[in-house]
């Protein structure tokens, strides 16, 4: 057992626009009956959250089971992750090259995982950090650096949804244009 969750993470959202941010998010949310406004203990690790709507089923793909869960709102500089598990490469954002992390049977390469570790760590801190790609030696913004099965997004606003279904393209377009057309990206993962 264990509980899923959803994240769809404002890749453009800055610490000062942020809460703004969410709250068009949640607005809009609200008034397609996505989720409800007010908050209840729906959540896992929050105090509360906003339980699923009555139209809860215009966000996902399959509409055979109920979302059991709610939708937090994190603001402030998150290191969102996708739970269990670990990222097997991160791909450079100037040669595409890919810093793998795991030879392909899944065992460690000694090392590799080093300069992203202290990067992430650097980056919750203070908000800015970088790594220097093994393949073309230039260093770049790890917030540029993308990873496998997005495992990583660093940001400043994310909508977390615990147990619900597979969201659709549409409902992620749609949120995205409450955001005012910025760019985000979908983690899933489970605890």
Not at 67 to 72: A, F, I, Q, V
Not at 89 to 103: K, L, S
């Amino acid at each position: 057992m264990g509980n899923y969750f959803q994240t769809v993470v404002d890749l453009d959202a800055t610490p000062a626009d942020a809460r703004t941010l969410a709250d068009s998010g949640l607005d809009w949310l609200v008034r397609e009956g996505i989720v409800r406004a007010e908050l209840t203990d729906c959540v896992l690790g929050a105090p509360s959250g906003h339980p699923p709507g009555p139209s809860w089923a215009k966000a996902v793909d399959q509409e055979d089971w109920e979302p059991s869960g709610g939708l937090t709102i994190e603001t402030g500089r998150t290191v969102f992750h996708c739970g269990q598990g670990d990222p097997r490469f991160a791909v450079c954002p100037h040669c595409a090259g890919r810093a793998d992390f795991c030879t392909d049977r899944l065992e460690e390469i000694e090392g590799a995982w080093e300069p992203f570790g202290e990067a992430i760590n650097a980056w919750s801190d203070t908000g800015s950090a970088a790594v220097t790609c093994p393949h073309c030696r230039r260093t770049g913004d790890l917030t540029a650096w993308t990873w496998s099965d997005d495992y990583f997004a660093l940001g400043y606003l994310g909508f977390e949804f615990w147990d619900w279904p597979d969201f659709s393209p549409g409902f992620l377009e749609g949120l995205s244009r409450a955001l005012g057309g910025h760019r985000t990206v979908l983690m899933a993962g489970k605890l």
